[in-house]
């Protein structure tokens, strides 16, 4: 059964912390990508990583770093909260290609006060 | 740009009646086209993709290429249909997987 984690369900944190949203793949996948997800607006790529250490800014990458130091981990961090950043977010991963399937994590519930 | 547009957030329907939900895009090149679903409480899911042409719980996706569109239709909708829907096209030489704003879809009894 393939398994996209994510370390937490729901997360409470105030303004001006550092924190990190932490996304481990089981299924050897090349592409990993974080989203966030807001009633309205669907969901927006953050960032996506094709590779190791390869990283790509997607639509809103204000704010957020992230990183991969191992193929299956993938760290989204918001380098000092703040409140506009309270989402649902959402990391994924898919192998190599045009036409493979994106597997979801369950999803982290941000909430910044 | 890339874009990828959903024009309604919500699809109200009485089981039985037929569904459209429409999707239109944008881009370039020749994208390849997703439809997810994300039930109640569940992670988002792949429902179904353009290149294997196939009907998954009864729903299908016809890619217009003049028109740009990937609209998903269902002749008969199920209760448990009920759900949001996501258009995501994923454009060739990107590994990008952008989404539209999605569609909840709620099937009345």
């Known amino acids: 059964d393939v398994k996209v984690t994510q370390s ?6 105030r303004t001006g912390e550092k924190v990190f949203l932490e996304c481990v793949q ?5 592409n990993m990508f974080w989203y966030r997800q ?6 927006r790529l953050i960032y996506f990583s ?5 990283k790509e800014k997607g639509d809103i990458p ?7 130091e191992k193929k299956e981990r993938f760290s989204l961090i918001l380098e000092s909260a703040s409140t506009n950043q309270t989402s649902m977010y959402l990391c994924a991963s898919s192998s190599a290609g045009l036409d493979t399937e994106a597997f979801f994590g369950q999803g982290t519930r941000l909430t910044v006060v | 740009a890339q874009r990828v547009t959903q024009p309604e957030k919500l699809l109200s329907v009485f089981k039985g009646a037929p569904v459209e939900l429409k999707c239109n895009y944008s881009y370039s090149g020749s994208p390849e086209l997703f439809w997810y679903v994300q039930y109640s409480r569940q992670r988002l899911q792949l429902l179904l993709r353009h290149i294997s042409r196939e009907s998954i719980k009864g729903f ?11 609209h998903l239709k ?21 590994y990008k997987l952008i ?3 999605g569609t909840r879809l709620l099937v009345r009894p």
């Open chain 1, 8 to 13: 937490s369900r729901y997360l409470v944190k």
């Open chain 1, 26 to 30: 089981d299924m050897d996948h090349e």
């Open chain 1, 38 to 43: 807001d009633p309205g607006l669907g969901l």
């Open chain 1, 50 to 54: 094709y590779d190791v250490k390869m």
């Open chain 1, 62 to 68: 204000e704010g957020y770093s992230v990183s991969r």
């Open chain 2, 60 to 70: 299908t996706a016809d890619l217009n290429k003049g028109e740009t569109s990937f």
């Open chain 2, 74 to 94: 269902k002749p008969f909708a199920q209760e448990e249909d009920s759900a949001m829907y996501y258009c995501a096209p994923r454009m060739d030489s990107s």
């Open chain 2, 99 to 101: 989404f539209g704003s």
